[in-house]
Structures are given as C-alpha cells and as structure tokens.
T-cell receptor
Framework: LAKTTQPISMDSYEGQEVNITCSHNNIATNDYITWYQQFPSQGPRFIIQGYKTKVTNEVASLFIPADRKSSTLSLPRVSLSDTAVYYC?????????????FGRGTSLIVHP | EAGVVQSPRYKIIEKKQPVAFWCNPI?????LYWYRQNLGQGPELLIRYENEEAVDDSQLPKDRFSAERLKGVDSTLKIQPAELGDSAVYLC????????????FGPGTRLTVL
C-alpha cells in the first residue's frame, strides 16, 4: 500500500484558495488518488478522485504531476463551512481488492 | 435516495458488557465496510464485505469482535465483551464493487465504554 503524507493542519481565511498537498512517493501504476472531507460528528465524504493531470468538479480541483508522486487538492474561495479534516488516499480502486487506508488527514481551519 | 443508515447514533455501556451496531448500506452497493475511528485519527478499516463474504478482516480483533452481513444487505458489528479501549466512533460505509467514485459513509455510532 502506498503511504501518504499530508500536513497535520492548515489555516486560511474566507475567500482564499487553499491547496493541500499529499505526498505518495511509492504510488503504484494502478493506483488512483482519492480525497475525502470529514466534518465533526459525521462520516467522511468523497470529494474527488483522479489518476493523472487535472480533475475538476463543482467542489474542488485535483492536480497530479506527471510523476504522480504527489497530488494537490485545491479548494477555490473557501468559506467557514470548509473547515474540516481532509484525507488523501492512494490505492488501486479498479478491483475488488481495494483497501482504503486513511491517515491522520489535514485539519483545515478557515477564519473569518 | 437514502444514504447509509446506522444505529444507534450513541451508545454508553460499562466495560465487559456486549454491544451491537447496525448498518443499512445504500441500495445496490455490494461492498460494505466497517471502520473504527479514534479521536484525532483517521478511520481504520476493521472488515470489508463483498456481498455476504468477508473478504478482509485482518484488522478485526477476533477475540471480541464479530460481524455478519446476512443476505448481502444489512450488517451488524458486535463487541463482546467491551473494553475501555473500544471507546470510539464506529463507521459503516458502502460502495459499488470497485472503489471508483469513493465510498459513502454513515453518520457513525459513538461508543463510550465506562
């Protein structure tokens, strides 16, 4: 399983763009990168998933360089409600043997 | 469409007592996961089901934990007897057979063992 490393915490202000980087140096060829968001007293929520280059949805963008050894979750114009813990997962999601492994995540605090 | 349903939401018991958690996954999701989440940590996978079959239970403390998924739908996770260190949030999630588009999590059950 590819190990991931994320910052423990980040601070930002409303309206700013936030970029959270995840390192995964031993990512395998078939591995995808998946990000989750978790609010207090709730289960994690799927945000975005990608394999290479750039993926964008209505919530975030995911940037993956050519060597795929890292990835960056970009949250545009954050608001107070984006205060949460963000998890980066790496694994082969294409088969039934996928075992999701969460680390400690990045605690993002958005200030007024 | 209803999400993943878990009950109870909260449970307080004394050590050595048994406890059970119930999960109803999203309709049509063949894969079901049970996680344990300790304060300040990410979720830790306990067991994964593909339909009725437990395909990964390497992290499940088998001396006191058990799980079942009858008919490949609802699932129950049991602890007997509970210990102080079992206090945590127990999360259930479901997904399509593969991991594309992620898992859908329930709200969890917060267990406190006194």
């Amino acid at each position: 399983l590819a190990k991931t490393t994320q910052p423990i915490s980040m601070d930002s202000y409303e309206g700013q763009e936030v970029n959270i980087t995840c390192s995964h140096n031993n990512i395998a060829t078939n591995d995808y990168i998946t990000w989750y968001q978790q609010f207090p007293s709730q289960g994690p929520r799927f945000i975005i998933q990608g394999y290479k280059t750039k993926v964008t949805n209505e919530v975030a963008s995911l940037f993956i360089p050519a060597d795929r050894k890292s990835s960056t979750l970009s949250l545009p114009r954050v608001s107070l409600s984006d205060t949460a813990v963000y998890y980066c997962l790496v694994g082969d999601v294409s088969g039934g043997s996928y075992i999701p492994t969460f680390g400690r995540g990045t605690s993002l605090i958005v200030h007024p | 469409e209803a999400g993943v349903v878990q009950s109870p939401r909260y449970k307080i018991i004394e050590k050595k007592q048994p406890v059970a958690f119930w999960c109803n996954p999203i309709s049509g999701h063949n894969t079901l996961y049970w996680y344990r989440q300790n304060l300040g940590q990410g979720p830790e996978l306990l067991i994964r089901y593909e339909n009725e079959e437990a395909v990964d239970d390497s992290q499940l403390p088998k001396d006191r934990f058990s799980a079942e998924r009858l008919k490949g739908v609802d699932s129950t996770l049991k602890i007997q007897p509970a210990e102080l260190g079992d206090s945590a949030v127990y999360l259930c999630a479901s997904s399509a057979k593969t991991g594309f588009f992620g898992q859908f999590f329930g709200p969890g059950t917060r267990l406190t063992v006194l």
